[in-house]
């Protein structure tokens, strides 16, 4: 007998983020997903970036870096993340979703400043994840559940 699993995918906050006048949006804001269907996330910038990383913390908490793309687009297996820096945005495409992306995604980005002038900033949501030693905001951040 064949099961149809289901996932849903939903942002768990509606904050936006704000470091040093930059806003970090992620949306959409709620999404729910057949497995096997297709979902795209789109994080916005209010300024220029240096560089930009999408991650995923599984449900066991493990942080994983999707990737890092200051530009361009790439792939990986089912995941593809595109960042236009001219208008601001990234998007982290997942294509025949699986239970095995239950977790929370999120992007960081790292402004442009100068050197001594930037610290990093942790999202306090999450409490005390482990990040690359950038300057990083956070914003919204959204889960994948198996229903």
Same mark, same amino acid.
């Given at each position: 007998m064949k099961r149809t699993l289901g996932a849903l995918l939903g942002l768990l906050s509606a904050q936006v983020c704000c470091v040093r006048g930059i806003q970090v949006e992620q949306s959409p804001p709620d999404l729910i997903l057949q497995e096997g269907a297709n979902s795209t996330l789109r994080c916005n910038f209010s300024a220029t970036v240096n560089n930009l990383q999408w991650f995923h913390q599984n449900p066991w908490g493990q942080l994983i870096n999707l990737f890092y793309i200051p530009s361009g687009t790439k792939q990986n297996g089912r995941l593809s993340a595109t960042t236009v820096t001219k208008e601001r945005y990234s998007l982290l495409h997942i294509s025949s979703?699986? %239970? %095995?992306?239950?977790g929370i995604?999120?992007?960081a980005v790292e402004s442009q400043c100068s050197p001594g002038t930037c610290s990093l900033y942790t999202n306090p949501q999450l409490g005390s994840v482990p990040l690359p030693a950038t300057t990083t905001s956070r914003g919204h951040h959204s889960s994948i559940c198996t229903v």
């Open positions: 979703s699986q %239970t %095995t992306d239950s995604y999120f992007c």
